[in-house]
């Protein structure tokens, strides 16, 4: 075995067994034990390990340590996405939504902001004294409560405290009323029409099936609180009361004894009143505010037909007549109305009437042939007044 082998071949072995081999000072191999105390050895031994072991275990290890931070990122991530989704957008969505719905009731005493927008059937007035009360919207006297009044008369000049002044006549004697001059409008003549009345009702008793039907003519509702029905023949009153019963603009509502369709006939009331029985002969029924007369219908025997014509069939107002002076006459204005209802009695409670038909009238005063002086032309005396023929 040549020298050069036989050298590898000792240092190998001493590598296996734990040695390792330095070359001494005159550059022969020399084997040495790890058993020395000089600690030559093992630092040989270290050294030459160390390089090939360290960038082997260590460099693994730090990209193992690596791998870890990266799948520790994962549930950041995951947390992350559950708090953006089901926590954050959820929440607000659900809050904006429950906002516009406003689920809260409105107190329905409240015109506060609300002019004209009443949730709950209730309409505000569009005057700045409903605006900032919490009163019932015609109760202009709550409003001003406490405070001096004038009574809503017209101001020429700036004598009340409360405002400028109102066109009219100047007050004889001026009142402060800090800022109330609107005192109570109430209700002007008119402002209500009575479009149709069942005088006597044959499918159920009168104390259950009269009713009244009202109109309301103009472009704004209005509240039915204060507003009073009258039966004057016998000088009964019922007042109505509540912020939340309006006629809206052009519209119908109808009064009577009960809202019981059982009782009424099947008839739709929408208030029910307690003032007994229309008369069937030489009745009449009103409509006031306080004092006002807004409205009123007569039938007195001899300028309207017998009674028995209405028997059954409700005194129906002419569709063009819906005026509460136009309503005054008969019989270009009223008449027996001809639609047919569900119980077997004619009428057409809270909905438009038909036109009634006229009676001859050649020269178009309104007045009838046989009640003009001249049917064939008009003259200063169409219904013979004096009686002269």
Same mark, same amino acid.
């Given at each position: ?7 590898? #071949? ?11 081999? *330095?070359?001494?000072?005159?550059? *022969? ?45 994962? /549930? ?46 209730? &309409? ?9 009360? %919490? ?32 066109? =009219?006549?100047?007050?004889?004697? /001026? ?9 109570? +409008?109430? #209700?002007?003549?008119?402002? #209500?029409?009575?479009? *149709? ?12 099936? *009269?009713?009244?039907?009202?109109? $309301? ?30 006629? +809206? ?12 369709? #059982? ?5 739709? &009331? ?11 002969? $030489? ?21 309207? /037909? ?24 008969? +019989? ?9 209802? =569900? ?35 008009? %003259? ?10």
């Amino acid at each position: 075995m040549s020298s050069f082998r036989l050298r590898w #071949l000792v240092v190998l072995t001493a590598i296996a067994i734990g040695c390792s081999t *330095e070359p001494d000072a005159s550059g *022969e191999d020399s084997i040495s034990f790890g058993v020395d105390t000089s600690g030559k050895a093992d630092a040989a031994i270290d050294s030459s390990i160390a390089p090939d072991t360290q960038p082997a275990v260590d460099t693994a290890s730090a990209e193992d340590t690596s791998s870890a931070t990266d799948t520790n990122v994962e /549930p950041a991530d995951t947390s992350e996405f559950d708090v953006v989704d089901e926590d954050s957008a959820v929440e607000p969505d659900t809050s904006v939504a429950d906002t516009a719905v406003a689920d809260v009731p409105i107190d329905p005493k409240s015109c506060v902001g609300r002019c004209g927008k009443y949730k709950f059937g209730a &309409v505000c007035q569009c005057h700045t004294e409903c605006m900032v009360s %919490n009163d019932c919207c015609t109760d202009y006297a709550a409003i001003c409560q406490g405070q001096v009044s004038d009574g809503g008369a017209n101001d020429a000049v700036s004598g009340d405290s409360g405002g400028a002044a109102d066109s =009219g006549p100047a007050d004889t004697t /001026p009142i402060t009323d800090i800022g109330c001059q609107k005192v109570d +409008p109430g #209700l002007p003549a008119g402002s #209500l029409v009575i479009s *149709e009345v069942m005088i006597n009702p044959k499918a159920v008793f009168d104390d259950f099936g *009269e009713w009244v039907e009202i109109h $309301n003519p103009g472009n704004t509702p209005i509240p039915l609180d204060g507003v009073s029905i009258v039966e004057p023949v016998l000088g009964k009153t019922h007042t109505i009361t509540g912020c939340t019963l309006f006629i +809206p603009p052009q519209g119908y509502f109808v009064v009577g004894p009960t809202a019981n369709k #059982l009782q009424n006939g099947g008839i739709e &009331v929408d208030y029910a009143y307690n003032i007994g029985t229309l008369q069937n002969v $030489n009745g009449a029924v009103e409509i006031r505010v306080g004092a006002t007369l807004i409205d009123k219908v007569s039938w007195p025997l001899g300028i309207w /037909p017998s009674p028995s014509e209405f028997d059954g069939k409700a005194a129906s107002l002419d569709p063009t007549k819906l005026d509460a002076t136009k309503n005054d006459k008969y +019989p270009f204005t009223w008449c027996p109305s001809p639609q047919v209802m =569900g119980n077997g009695d004619y009428g057409t409670p809270g909905q438009a009437n038909p036109v009634c038909p006229k009676p001859p009238d050649d020269d178009g005063d309104e007045i009838e042939n046989k009640n003009d002086n001249c049917p064939n032309a008009q %003259n200063s005396d169409q219904a013979d007044g004096d009686k002269d023929g």
